[in-house]
């Protein structure tokens, strides 16, 4: 019932940059909180970032001063800027929404994943 639609992966050099959106949709009451999360071929799909509805921010130590989450409540979007992208980074990055599909009705749900490959 809630649809999440990643966009803006893809290959970067090093040091480079990239912006993923995640668009939530479907039916929704509220989102309490949205999350990147990913995971690198042989990993365990790890927390990256999360802001709450509040605009409560978290990353994870490997990515804090180079990633940048953001999110727009009007159309539940969120996103992730990522700058000095490292070969580390490379994963594929999944959008984890938390909320409300009525009151006292809560939904969770991943988007489908897009690649991030960083490389020269």
């Known amino acids: 019932q809630v649809q999440l639609v990643e966009s803006g992966g893809g290959l970067v050099q090093p040091g480079g940059s990239l912006r993923l959106s995640c668009a939530a949709s479907?039916?929704?009451?509220?989102?309490?909180?949205m999350h990147w999360y990913r995971q690198g071929s042989g990993k365990q799909r790890e927390l990256v970032a999360s802001?709450?509805?509040?605009?409560?921010?978290n990353y994870a130590d490997s990515v804090k001063g180079r990633f940048t989450i953001s999110r727009d409540n009007a159309s539940s979007t969120v996103y992730l800027q990522m700058n000095s992208l490292k070969p580390d980074d490379k994963a594929v990055y999944y959008c984890?929404?938390?909320?409300?599909?009525?009151?006292?009705?809560?939904?969770?749900?991943w988007g489908q994943g897009t690649q991030v490959t960083v490389s020269s």
């Open positions: 984890n929404a938390v909320g409300e599909i009525i009151p006292s009705h809560r939904f969770e749900d």
């Open positions: 479907g039916r929704i009451f509220s989102v309490y909180a």
């Open positions: 802001i709450t509805s509040g605009g409560r921010l």
